[in-house]
């Protein structure tokens, strides 16, 4: 069986082949273009799968709330204008005749860690990605937890400070205001000299100036505070960390070692680990579920 799987993000779109074995190969990443409109990103997409001989199906993971069982985006922000009602499965398919499957980024991510990363063999646990903002994954009793709406899993937008920050979801003091690898590069930069990127602010001389290393501390914090909420809420065995920042070791073993302080005894046995797939989860889980349609 031959897949291609796609990645579609705020600002890019990256799409590789996926063969039955789920190996991945001639991985490609273009500009989304994001400003042009769901509708544009969408034909784009179907130009590319055209471009390739037979291919069996045609796996999305994509930005915004969806229904799988549809295709549709159910809601997405104005990063992709339009994007919300986009029903991709019904274009994708008509243009191409071949079977489409559609999943949301983070869930898709965390279909990757349950087949074939770090929590295969678990039965519950949360997916979360820290970037510009944080996304969540919620899999319990052995599958995806969608939500009434195809919506659950929004923990970037848990309130861990009432009255706070203004989030881009409209309300105020939201998760990933403050946690998200976004909200560490601000904070950095609020009292650093130079600019620094996420990788740069880890590289030695950063990371051991003090100034900046209690930057760094005072984000990881504001992570357990979030993931103590997450916990408390599905007393998961295995939380799974993606983004490229969880990279750095020192994040979770940091947010290991104070979260055990915090917790209720009985909630202690949760085990916080970053993910070995790195950016390929979302296209492996997607095209493992496109696989079985
Ligand atoms: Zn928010």
Redesign the pocket.
């Known amino acids: 069986m031959k897949i291609i799987t796609f990645d579609i993000g705020g600002t890019f779109i990256k799409y590789a082949l996926c063969d039955e074995n789920f190996k991945l190969s001639r991985s490609t990443k273009i500009p989304t273009d994001a400003k042009q409109g769901g509708r544009k990103l969408i034909e784009k997409v179907i130009e590319i799968v055209k471009e390739h001989e037979h291919i069996d199906r045609v796996a999305i993971s994509t930005a915004g709330q969806v229904d799988s069982t549809t295709g549709v985006i159910v809601y997405a922000t104005d990063t992709i204008p339009g994007y919300t009602g986009t029903k991709i499965k019904e274009m994708v398919e008509t243009a191409t005749s071949v079977p489409t499957y559609v999943e949301n980024d983070v869930n898709s991510a965390a279909l990757g860690e349950a087949y074939f990363g770090k929590a295969k063999g678990y039965n519950d646990f949360i997916c979360l990605t820290y970037g510009t903002?944080i996304g969540g994954a919620i899999w319990l009793n052995g599958d995806l937890y969608k939500g009434s709406f195809c919506s659950a899993g929004?923990l970037?937008?848990i309130?861990t400070h009432s009255g706070g920050k203004k989030?881009?979801?409209?309300?105020?003091?939201?998760?990933?205001?403050y946690a998200s690898a976004r909200a560490l590069v601000e904070g950095v930069n609020g009292v650093s000299d130079e600019i620094l990127d996420g990788v740069k602010i880890f590289e030695e001389k950063n990371f051991n100036n003090p100034v900046i290393r209690t930057k760094i501390d005072e984000w990881i914090d504001e992570i357990v505070t979030g993931l103590i909420s997450i916990v408390y809420t599905f007393n998961p065995s295995l939380i799974v960390l993606g983004g490229g920042i969880m990279n750095e070791n020192y994040i979770v073993d940091s947010i290991n070692e104070r979260i055990n302080k915090k917790l209720m005894q009985s909630f202690r046995n949760v085990k916080i680990v970053n993910s070995n797939l790195g950016n390929t989860a979302g296209m492996l889980g997607v095209a493992y579920k496109a696989s079985k349609i």
């Open positions: 903002g929004e970037g937008h309130i989030c881009t979801c409209g309300g105020n003091g939201c998760y990933e205001c």
